[in-house]
């Protein structure tokens, strides 16, 4: 309680500034995002914010663009935008989290955003909530599931406070219906995931949609587990039970010395040792090596999510009365090299409805 009275205190201040501030021709936009910029959801997500800040004008040139995405600030003759990473995936403690926080609201102090963009859950939670019910209006987007449940709207019809955004339907059923159509023969699945923010509800919609009967393919078993060596063993077991894998999220695992272990050098582990299909809940993962996506889009993520703060900024809407959207699914996604060692013929009327991939990020390494 003293905590949050403190940043409201904090914020009574910067709010009067914003208003000063806001007279100004350029608006001033801060951007953290939940992960670091290598990641490749992160890579999804920039495209489609500087495509969307390129639409609106708030971006002159593909240049800014370009120079944004480098260095994390750009000014343009509409705007001043700055980018913070919290870097949630290899610092994930409590005592990591509250650092990087305390860091970004200093930075954010001293900034005075007109508005500020959350990209993902750890974002959207942490520093989200301490701007609550301040005078600075927030715009999420890539929560997993309803953002319901870190108390930054009332309801998904009216919000109520400061805060809106965008969150991640999920098409888990329509990805296991891709893979049944690869794999006709196809009858079980398992579910391998390292055991995060970002995956337990995903991992949770799964399971329910299992229990209903909904999916084409009968859920055995779960894995959610931070431990590489434990992520290794029962996905070698598994895969002489099951006839496909549904891979989720897999970077906040660590080795046997407590050392963070890379999305990537995880992936490739997989991808050499596993020779079972697999399904996962977005783009990211098929660019990594994995075979097949019906795409939970991070482009269309952020760019939804700018679309929705250049109504705050320019057209003076209310994020209390905005409703949090979902944005349209991404196209369905194939990988050819994976394809193509697991012996799955890519031929007919299905190349129509996909995009192919043909590199493998993990594989690279």
């Known amino acids: 309680m003293k905590t949050r009275l403190l940043f409201l205190a904090l914020f009574i201040g910067i709010g009067v500034a914003s ?17 670091h910029k290598e990641y490749l959801w992160s890579k999804s997500t920039q495209q489609g914010l500087v495509a969307s800040l390129l639409k609106y004008r708030y971006l002159d040139t593909t240049q800014q663009a370009a120079a944004f995405t480098r260095t994390d600030y750009v000014e343009s003759s509409k705007a001043v935008i700055k ?6 995936k290899s610092a994930n ?20 955003p007109d508005l500020v963009m959350l990209g993902d859950d750890n974002a959207a939670n942490y520093i989200g909530n301490q701007l609550l019910d301040t005078a600075t209006p927030v715009v999420f987007w890539g929560i997993n599931g309803l953002p319901l449940k870190y108390g930054l709207v ?20 329509e990805s296991l219906e891709l893979l049944h159509k690869l794999v006709p023969g196809a009858a079980t699945f398992a579910i391998l995931a390292c055991d995060s923010e970002t995956s337990r509800p995903s991992i ?24 590489f060596e434990e992520f290794k063993i029962r996905s070698l077991g598994l895969a002489r039970k099951v006839d496909a894998f549904f891979v989720l999220n897999h970077d906040t ?90 012996g799955i013929p890519l ?5 129509k409805e996909v995009q192919l991939v043909d590199s493998s990020a993990a594989l690279k390494r």
């Open 204 to 227: 949770k919609q799964l399971q329910v949609l299992a229990r209903e009967g909904q999916l084409p393919l009968r859920l055995v078993e779960t894995v959610a587990t931070n431990s």
């Open 93 to 112: 403690s409590q005592a990591a989290i509250a650092a990087t926080t305390q860091r970004i609201m200093n930075v954010l102090r001293d900034f005075r």
């Open 253 to 342: 695992m660590k080795d046997r010395k407590g050392n963070h272990v890379d999305m990537l050098t995880v992936g490739k582990w997989y991808l050499e040792n596993i020779t079972k299909p697999e399904a996962s809940p977005e783009d990211q993962f098929v660019l990594e090596g994995m075979l097949l996506t019906a795409n939970d889009y991070g482009y269309n993520q952020s760019y939804l999510a700018f679309e929705m703060a250049y109504d705050i900024l320019e057209q003076g809407l209310n994020p209390g009365r905005m409703r949090p959207r979902t944005p349209a699914r991404g196209p369905l996604m194939i990988n050819k090299k994976r394809a193509a060692v697991l």
């Open 19 to 35: 208003l000063v501030h806001g007279a100004s021709e350029k608006k001033r936009i801060l951007v953290v995002s939940s992960y």
């Open 154 to 173: 009332d309801s998904m019809d009216r919000p109520g406070h400061n805060v809106t955004g965008v969150w991640q339907q999920g098409y888990p059923k």
């Open 347 to 351: 031929h007919g009327e299905l190349l």
């Open 83 to 88: 980018k913070e990473w919290m870097e949630t």
